[in-house]
């Protein structure tokens, strides 16, 4: 267990290696990095993004990957200097098949076909062109099929801190309609 | 609720049904198929909307009678089907129950998505991205050294074990040529110069692919089209294409 000082040390640190990679970066990756365990880097990341609230910088956090991005209150004045290639509209079938990887990933195409009924094949693929979906890994069953699951690119074109602040998921309680 | 339908229609029938199995009331056929004292399977349900379509051509009945058969014939069809299934019993109105029930649970589950789907679609329409910073720095990352052969083979088996082990492949011979795979590999780095270590294999169904393509992938390094890089020991592998030339 380290001090609240260090902690504010590993936040700084933690800032320093996410600024300079400029990528996403695993907790894994950034116990080696830091020198830290992983308790560390977790307390770490949560004080640094605090710390970065109201400011330019924005922590976001997929799955096991950290990256500093801007902030998205900024994404206007931004654009004025990058011209990024965002995807900046996508299908309804796109939008509701992201729906249903963010909420209930890692799934397979075969799932995801159940709950919208329909087959997902050309949409798969072109979410998983855009990068806003990706394979990460196989269900241990005949065919060994795909598992899906959301990328760090899709918190960034939804401006999310992470996975947790997707909208929390509809109740199923309300019966007949 | 058709076991309803089917007293009150009893004194006038819906339709006569003549089949070698069954002779009479198609209402009494249904009563008699949810009882189970009738195996519909003996009953061709497709000869006998066949012969009812003819009938109701000549003499058209109203609407109520129309709506009557069809009610009666979708229980018949829904009963039949379940019967067909492996290990099924069916015929009692709470596995049907059940039945439905799964089926509008999977409605109401798409209505969720369909709901969380345009929260989505506002939220990305309404432009607040993330960016991260310019692009790849001039300055090679300090941890980004040459990967040792130990963690490449390492990926590689990683890539493997995700494909079916090979006698569940082995059902047609397969032909993969390593020149085939070189030209491919080639085709994909100079679309993106710059490709995760495991990306390279997912077109791969079969470990036979994968291995080719790993050779393939090994070739273009001894020949100096394409290197293998890592910025940190747990870190994905990348590989870069050959810098552009002309």
Sequence with gaps: MIGVRDTAGLAAALEAVLFTLNRPVTVLELQEILQSPLPDVEAAAIALGAGLAGRGLFLQRHQDQLQLVTDPAQADVVRRVLRPEYPSRLSPAAYETLAIIAYRQPLTRARIEEIRGVNCEAVLESLEEKGLIEETGRLDAPGTPRLFGTTMKFLQILGLSSLDELPPLPQSGSTST | ?246
């Design chain 2, 1 to 246: 609720m058709s076991r309803e339908i089917s007293t009150e229609l009893e004194r006038d029938p819906v339709y006569i049904v003549r089949t070698p199995a069954f002779d009479g009331p198609i209402e009494l056929l249904l009563t008699l198929a949810q009882r189970a004292e009738v195996d519909l399977k003996a009953i061709p349900l497709a000869t006998l909307t066949d012969d009812y379509l003819k009938a109701i051509a000549q003499d058209r009945p109203p609407l109520e009678r129309l709506a009557a058969f069809l009610v009666i014939g979708a229980r018949l069809v829904q009963l039949k089907a379940a019967g067909l299934m492996p290990e099924v019993t069916v015929g009692e109105e709470e596995e049907l129950q059940a039945w439905e029930d799964a089926i509008k649970g999977r409605l109401e589950e798409y209505k969720r998505f369909k709901q969380l789907a345009e929260s989505l679609m506002r939220r990305h329409a309404s432009g607040r991205f993330t960016f991260a910073g310019l692009l790849e720095p001039e300055v090679v990352p300090q941890a980004r050294v040459q990967v040792s052969l130990e963690a490449l083979a390492t990926a590689f088996q990683q890539v493997l074990d995700r494909l079916p082990p090979a006698q569940q492949v082995t059902v047609e011979m397969e032909h993969v040529s390593l020149a085939d795979k070189l030209e491919e590999l080639r085709t994909m780095l100079s679309r993106q110069p710059q490709m995760n270590f495991t990306a390279i294999f997912r077109h791969a169904r079969t470990r036979l692919e994968a291995v080719v393509t790993f050779l393939a992938l090994l070739e273009l390094i001894r020949i100096g089209q394409a290197r293998v890089a890592q910025s940190s020991t747990f870190a994905e592998i990348t590989v870069f294409g050959q810098e552009q030339e002309t």
